[in-house]
Nanobody, 122 residues
């Protein structure tokens, strides 16, 4: 059974940092991608970043480039999302997801975590 468990959400002031982690279990195929998505109240879920765990190819949405960094630790079966210079508009529930293709579209992902709340105050 594939399981994804997010940790690291919380409340932070604008300009601050948070690191999210996604613990991955139950995936035996090495070539898969972990994506981070977010959904703010009343808005559609959007792709934030993703990383292909086989070769660490990564992508970011434009609004987080230069501020967020995704990384992969195969030994710990964990993918991290380091979020710096946070803005109030980054406030959302953040989800990690697993899929067999690489990209920022939610349709590419088959397995989802439960989500973790990130709130950035002014």
């Amino acid at each position: 059974e594939v399981q994804l468990v997010e940790h690291g959400g919380g409340l932070v002031q604008a300009g601050g940092s948070l690191r999210l982690s996604c613990e991955v279990s139950g995936i035996t195929f090495a070539d898969h991608t972990i994506g981070w998505f977010r959904q703010a109240p009343g808005k559609q879920r959007e792709g934030v970043s993703c990383i292909r765990r086989l070769d660490n190819t990564s992508y970011y949405r434009d609004s987080v480039k230069g501020r967020f960094s995704i990384s992969n630790d195969n030994a710990k079966n964990t993918v991290y999302l380091q979020m710096n210079s946070l803005k109030p508009e980054d406030t959302a529930v953040y989800y990690c997801a697993a899929g067999w293709y690489t990209g920022l579209s939610a349709q590419l992902y088959d397995f989802w975590g439960q989500g973790t709340q990130v709130t950035v105050s002014t």
